[in-house]
């Protein structure tokens, strides 16, 4: 069964760094693009970022741009998430994303806190 499996979340003080990792199993993991989505206490959930199965394009929320990065090793099947200058508006619980149509799959969540 397709498993996703978030880590690396935490508590961090602002202008520090995080990097999440996304585990992927149970699916042809190269074939498909993923992404990085977080929610905040009483926000709906939003795209952070995203990177496509092939060539490995990238997309990001204006509000993420120029400070994450999002990555993926194929060979590991995993999905990564670099977060630099981390600012407290970015605590939220962030989650891994696959789209296989016509299902979604979703990861557990890791907590990221930025706060001093």
């Known amino acids: 069964q397709v498993q996703l499996v978030e880590s690396g979340g935490g508590l961090v003080q602002p202008g520090g760094s995080l990097r999440l990792s996304c585990a992927a199993s149970g699916f042809t993991f190269r074939r498909y693009a993923m992404k990085w989505y977080r929610q905040a206490p009483g926000k709906e959930r939003e795209l952070v970022a995203r990177?496509?199965?092939?060539?490995?394009?990238?997309d990001y929320a204006d509000s993420v741009k120029g400070r994450f990065t999002i990555s993926r090793d194929n060979a590991k099947n995993t999905v990564y998430l670099q977060m630099n200058s981390l600012k407290p508006e970015d605590t939220a619980v962030y989650y891994c994303n696959a789209d296989l149509i016509p299902t979604t799959y979703w990861g557990q969540g890791t907590q990221v806190t930025v706060s001093s």
């Open positions: 990177i496509t199965a092939v060539g490995f394009s990238t």
